[in-house]
């Protein structure tokens, strides 16, 4: 997040949503987020991931900043940090990816997946997984997940915050409409 006062980073925030709940899915999604949450929540990328029809795993449906030809899958558990976070539906925000002490704070058993970063050859660093949660019965959607916070400190409060608004649009965009 640029140093924006909290006013005018929840004003820009709302337009954003605004923007976002306007497209109801489609192409235009990944653009928008890349153009404008990246920068607003302080993020070098992003990544939503959406919860597999058998909802054993996420599967990246946005990402920024990778090759759309790598197509990456990840199991509902406590092995990856978008896993662990749609698993228990909470946010992790994650100071050193590579940190296992850090990790195993959330469970022995949490991974960061750096095959990733060697296959692209980017450095994550910090990260920050937000679930997905349709409105009407908390049923897990997807992830968001930004990553490398751009002053090199873990996300604040207020974009942690300011994700799970995005979250809360995400959901109404990427979930099926429900019939009562």
Do not use: W
Not at 17 to 34: F, I, M, T
Not at 52 to 80: R, W, Y
Request: aromatic share 4%.
């Amino acid at each position: 997040m640029e140093q924006h006062a909290p006013a005018v980073f929840q004003e820009q925030l709302q337009s954003l949503v605004r923007e976002l709940r306007q497209l109801k899915g489609g192409d235009a999604l990944l653009p928008l987020l890349a153009e404008r949450a990246c920068p607003l929540l302080g993020a070098d990328r992003l990544t939503v991931y959406v919860l597999s029809a058998d909802q054993d795993s996420i599967i990246a449906t946005v990402k920024t900043g990778l090759n759309d030809a790598l197509e990456i899958s990840l199991p509902v558990s406590e092995q990856s940090i978008a896993g662990y976070c749609a698993l228990h539906r909470q946010s992790l925000n994650i100071a050193n990816a590579y940190d296992a002490a850090e990790l195993a704070r959330y469970s022995p058993d949490l991974q960061f997946r750096a095959e990733i970063d060697q296959q692209t050859g980017y450095q994550t660093r910090q990260v920050l997984a937000c679930p997905i949660l349709r409105p009407s019965d908390q049923q897990l959607v997807g992830v968001l997940q930004l990553i490398n916070q751009k002053h090199n400190l873990p996300f604040p409060l207020l974009v942690q915050d300011g994700a799970a608004k995005l979250c809360h649009a995400l959901a109404d965009i990427l979930s099926p409409s429900q019939s009562a």
